[in-house]
């Protein structure tokens, strides 16, 4: 892909993942986000959290699996996006859930295994949003790699952190998880036979 064609790639995924966030204040502004604005709002950038994090997966495998090396430039695009959005999901439970009183957050993550989860994924994050510039990677060495692998812990408890904290109705935390398994199923190749991930490498040749 030309430099132009990167350009216009990264705009159009910057666009995706923020215009969500001007539908958002939209909607809180205009009374459009039901009866409780505040669970409207957590529930909305929670949600943000699982859609990015599944673009930011999917890169590495279909980069491989189309053959687009250049693919993998927008990668840390969409982390750093995924970051924000879980950065805008904490802020929003700690300043319109507990009005920024700090030990009451501290005591909701020892008490509520939910919030336990979704702590220990949000300072994964950090660690990852951290770490993300080129200079941090080259300090690191091969230690960046193994630290940022640790997102595919974020997978798995960013849906049971959704799962638990919802009252009635987990199709969609369970989908969320079925769905990061696959991919690290194919980023590991395991579970889908063999033959799969050769048909798949024969048809991106095709």
Known sequence: MSNRGLILLKTGLHLACGLPLLYLW??????????????????????????????TLLVSPLARWRRWPWLMRVRRLLGLWCFTYALLHLAAFLVFDLLLDWSLLLGEVVKRPYITVGMVAFVVLLALAVTSPKLAQRKLGRRWQALHRWVYLVAILGPVHFWWSVKSGNWEPALYLSGFLLLLA?????LIPKRVFRRLGADSKG
């Open 26 to 55: 939209l909607a809180v502004q205009s009374g459009a986000a039901g009866g409780d604005p505040v669970q409207y709002l957590i529930h909305f950038l929670g949600m943000g959290i699982l859609n990015t994090l599944a673009a």
């Open 186 to 190: 194919w980023r590991y190749k395991v």
